[in-house]
């Protein structure tokens, strides 16, 4: 099994240039997250997901937005890229949710924003 | 503001002492709370989850929980350099699962 695959895995845009963190899944899980990790920071919780056509808002998710079109797949948008949303990004997927604890991450994408 | 707030280290300890990793949280609706482990440039993992008072034990790994404090800790015993990691402290609330900025531990041989 793949897990959680994100892509891509590097990537460097210019201010108001505009991406998408594609985030794919091959666990059948419900529950889907988007972080960002700052240097020496934890992860702060961006959009989440609990299941196809659900999506709802973390702790910072301003400049960002999310689909769940699929069960499999979690794309985020950046718009409008500034260089505070320079960081390290990780996808996550949960079979049952956050009360158990079992995030998978995927191997995170590093964003910079010159 | 559901803070979660760990000491950020390093924390430096010989091959085969105990490591002792303290974290509070500030949100007292938590309802699990969780360790994972970071190694340099890689993505968190869970080592440990702890949902009701006192302890529990998973091998070398050993998390506490104290609600009543809002304290929960990770007693890593018999530490070896291949535990040299950043760890991190979650607690959950609803589908909010809030980390610490996690504590750097390293291992010295």
């Known amino acids: 099994n793949a897990g959680v695959t994100q892509t891509p895995k590097f990537r460097i845009l210019k201010i108001g240039q505009s991406m998408t963190l594609q985030c794919t899944q091959d666990?059948?899980?419900?529950?889907m997250y988007w972080y960002r990790q700052d240097p020496g920071m934890g992860l702060k919780l961006i959009y989440y997901s609990v299941g196809a056509g659900i999506t709802d808002k973390g702790e910072v998710p301003n400049g960002y937005n999310v689909s769940r079109s699929t069960t499999e797949d979690f794309p985020l948008r950046l718009e409008l890229a500034a260089p505070s949303q320079t960081s390290v990004y990780f996808c996550?997927?949960?079979?049952?949710?956050?009360?158990?604890?079992?995030?998978?991450f995927g191997e995170g994408s590093r964003l910079t924003v010159l | 503001q559901k803070e979660v707030e760990q000491n950020s280290g390093p924390l430096s300890v010989p091959e085969g002492a105990i490591a002792s990793l303290n974290c509070t949280y500030s949100d007292r609706g938590s309802q699990s709370f969780f360790w994972y482990r970071q190694y340099s440039g890689k993505s968190p993992e869970l080592i440990m989850s702890i949902y009701s008072n006192g302890d529990k034990e998973d091998g070398r790994f050993t998390a506490q929980l104290n609600k009543a404090s809002q304290y929960v800790s990770l007693l890593i015993r018999d530490s070896q350099p291949s535990d040299s990691a950043t760890y991190l402290c979650?607690?959950?609330?609803?589908?909010?699962?809030?980390f610490g900025a996690g504590t750097r531990l390293t291992v010295k041989p």
């Open positions: 996550a997927s949960s079979k049952t949710g956050g009360d158990t604890g079992e995030l998978f």
């Open positions: 666990m059948n899980h419900n529950y």
């Open positions: 979650a607690a959950y609330n609803n589908n909010d699962m809030r």
